[in-house]
């Protein structure tokens, strides 16, 4: 589908066909498309734990505001954001030096703008900016190829933290559910978006 077509169908979509499955082959497709995401020296700071099975769908709902959405889905993504993506940056910059576009003895200051750039008390601002990108992606990615989508932050970070159990360099920025429209439900109309004058300060 065309963007601009993609841009004006993709709505967040409140009632998910309980129903439907998601397979790991269809998150592969997605996420292959989605993965050309931008991201802040193209370190890719983010984790996703696809929560598939009902069981697992149950617990996160207990986190996620007892989101309906979270257990009608048929997938919920929980997207980390690594806050210490800096610090495993090495295959990046590898890349970038085998592709000739850095040299090889660039590489240890390269590593080292990153940690400065991204450390410290930015470390949590970063690994939002660039996880709220690649979801945009990951959710436009997701209805090209036939799946509606729904990004909750109504959750508890602490508690999906522990549910999900992961190294706590990674925070949970964003929880994407993904599944198909349920035919009978209706969706409310889409919301009034700010114009151009009230957005856009020029000088
Ligand atoms: C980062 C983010 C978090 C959101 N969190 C929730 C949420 O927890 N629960 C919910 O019902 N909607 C949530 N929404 C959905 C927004 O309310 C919705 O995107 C907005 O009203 C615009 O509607 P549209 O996506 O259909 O265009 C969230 C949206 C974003 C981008």
């Given at each position: 589908m065309e963007w601009r077509a993609l841009n004006e169908r993709r709505r967040s979509v409140n009632?998910?066909?309980?129903s439907v499955t998601i397979t790991a082959s269809d998150l592969e497709k997605i996420y292959e498309a989605a993965k050309l995401a931008l991201s802040s020296f193209n370190l890719q700071p983010w984790k996703v734990v696809a929560v598939i099975s009902k069981d697992e769908k149950e617990k996160l709902r207990a986190v996620a505001m007892n989101q309906p959405k979270v257990t009608e889905a048929s997938a919920v993504l929980v997207l980390f954001g690594n806050t210490q993506q800096f610090l495993e940056s090495q295959d990046v910059f590898e890349d970038w030096v085998a592709k000739g576009?850095?040299?090889?003895?660039a590489l240890p200051q390269a590593m080292a703008a990153a940690e400065r750039l991204y450390?410290?008390?930015r470390a949590l601002g970063y690994a939002s900016r660039n996880v709220g990108l690649f979801a945009m992606n990951l959710m436009l990615a997701a209805l090209d190829q036939g799946w509606d989508t729904h990004p909750m932050d109504g959750f508890d970070v602490e508690g999906v933290r522990n549910l999900m159990?992961?190294?706590?360099?990674?925070?949970?920025i964003m929880l994407v559910a993904i599944g198909k429209k349920r035919p009978d439900a209706a969706l409310l109309p889409r919301g009034m978006r700010r114009s151009f004058e009230q957005v856009f300060i020029l000088r």
């Amino acid at each position: 589908m065309e963007w601009r077509a993609l841009n004006e169908r993709r709505r967040s979509v409140n009632f998910f066909d309980p129903s439907v499955t998601i397979t790991a082959s269809d998150l592969e497709k997605i996420y292959e498309a989605a993965k050309l995401a931008l991201s802040s020296f193209n370190l890719q700071p983010w984790k996703v734990v696809a929560v598939i099975s009902k069981d697992e769908k149950e617990k996160l709902r207990a986190v996620a505001m007892n989101q309906p959405k979270v257990t009608e889905a048929s997938a919920v993504l929980v997207l980390f954001g690594n806050t210490q993506q800096f610090l495993e940056s090495q295959d990046v910059f590898e890349d970038w030096v085998a592709k000739g576009c850095m040299k090889a003895e660039a590489l240890p200051q390269a590593m080292a703008a990153a940690e400065r750039l991204y450390g410290g008390d930015r470390a949590l601002g970063y690994a939002s900016r660039n996880v709220g990108l690649f979801a945009m992606n990951l959710m436009l990615a997701a209805l090209d190829q036939g799946w509606d989508t729904h990004p909750m932050d109504g959750f508890d970070v602490e508690g999906v933290r522990n549910l999900m159990g992961l190294d706590p360099k990674y925070v949970p920025i964003m929880l994407v559910a993904i599944g198909k429209k349920r035919p009978d439900a209706a969706l409310l109309p889409r919301g009034m978006r700010r114009s151009f004058e009230q957005v856009f300060i020029l000088r």
